[in-house]
């Protein structure tokens, strides 16, 4: 066998090998180190915030890392505060017209049976009086069977539902630590930033920390893009659907908005979470001037959302609107709704990774070109 291939393939191998270790690695190191990530990630997003409290405001970084901390947990703090009134108002207010709604369902039910079921249960009786005995042994065997299984089937789901009862409340202290661990995180994180930074680039070879730069940069500039066209998403959502709303003339329209648009974020829900039981209420309610409406404008947001997020990703994180179109395709197609935020995340690593040579460089690691050189 050729030398040159020999030693080609034994580095392709090394480059796969040196992948899917640090693939593994950063899966298991990420499962016990994963409030100090976060924490990085939260240092990362408010460095701008806090150079500009140090540069301008002439503050410590100490101070102005703590200033920002605080300034950002206020916003927060204020924002769910403010949502938590506009809840507990629209739910004082569902409590008045839910028993309402509650008795006309009920009439629709019992109006369903008396004028529907009924007579095709009579029906459905005469024609099982009229079969052979051994017939109407079968049929009835097969009902036991159906109402053992649908039995097992819910008295499972309750015993797991009161199973998994104390793992959900034993998950409340674990988040308060990972969220004390976190907070702490992002301050020591964010007042060391430069010095940190410093000594990770030491260890670098100046190949490898121009390359590194680029991508970092590229990465920086593409994750603020990408909270920005999310941002832009869901603002957009929430307004079309308090527009729609105040069109209909809904009650509490602007807490009805806030909710559908922060479920909007959550990939397996999405707005029809709260537009699909809504539509199918009124419509059985009676209210079909009120469902067509919300038809409407469930349809008027799903298609929105469809046209402007490609194009908004796109201009956010400098992406090509095809190739942003393709990655939420696939993305979706893989592992599901999730891969609407995944497959742009990926495609942004590419296209980072390809714009700082990194991929050229390994390709002629492969082959063995002399200007590579590890140092």
């Known amino acids: 066998m050729n030398p040159n291939y ?14 899917v270790a640090g693939v593994f690695a950063l899966f298991f190191v990420s499962k016990v180190t994963y409030p100090f990530i976060i924490g990085f990630l939260i240092a990362f997003m408010m460095n701008p915030l806090v150079n500009f409290f140090q540069e301008r405001a002439k503050m410590p970084r100490s101070l102005a890392v703590f200033i920002a901390l605080l300034l950002i947990m206020l916003v927060f703090a204020g924002l769910i505060t403010l949502l938590v009134v506009e809840i507990a108002s629209g739910a004082e207010y569902l409590a008045k017209v839910v028993p309402e709604h509650l008795i006309t369902l009920i009439d629709y039910i019992e109006h ?4 529907q079921l009924i007579p095709i249960y009579n029906q459905l009786t005469g024609m099982f009086q009229s079969l052979e005995s051994g017939q109407q042994d079968t049929i009835m065997d097969n009902i036991q069977n159906v109402g053992a299984t649908i039995g097992t089937t ?4 309750i015993k797991d539902f009161f199973e998994k009862i104390p793992n959900i409340l034993s998950w409340f202290p674990n988040a308060a630590t990972v969220l004390i661990f976190s907070l ?7 007042k060391d930033w430069y010095r940190l930074s410093a000594m990770g680039t030491k260890f670098l070879p100046n190949r490898a920390r121009t390359s590194s730069k680029t991508v970092f940069d590229d990465l920086k500039k593409a994750l603020f893009g990408f909270v920005r066209a999310q941002a832009t998403l869901v603002s957009i959502t929430t307004v079309i659907i ?4 105040l069109i209909l003339r809904i009650d509490y329209a602007i807490t009805i908005a806030l909710v559908t648009g922060i479920v909007d974020i959550i990939p397996y829900l999405g707005t029809g ?3 699909v039981p809504w539509i199918i209420y009124e419509a059985i309610a009676g209210e079909m001037s009120t469902a067509i409406g919300l038809g409407i404008l469930y349809v008027v947001v799903l298609v929105q959302r469809q046209i402007m997020e490609p ?7 400098g992406l090509d609107p095809l190739a942003t179109l393709i990655a939420l395709f696939v993305g979706f197609k893989t592992i599901g709704f999730l891969g609407l935020i995944v497959g742009p995340v990926i495609l942004v690593i590419f296209n980072t990774l390809q714009r700082a040579n990194v991929f050229q460089d ?5 082959k063995g070109k002399d200007e590579v050189i590890i140092k």
């Open 6 to 19: 020999l030693h080609r393939t034994l580095r392709f191998l090394f480059v796969i090998g040196l992948v």
């Open 112 to 115: 369903l049976f008396a004028a």
């Open 154 to 157: 819910a008295g499972n789901f």
């Open 184 to 190: 702490l995180g992002t301050f020591f994180i964010s």
């Open 242 to 245: 308090l527009i729609g709303l």
């Open 273 to 275: 979470a709260v537009f």
């Open 311 to 317: 194009k908004i990703l796109s201009s956010s994180i």
């Open 362 to 366: 390994i390709w002629k690691f492969i």
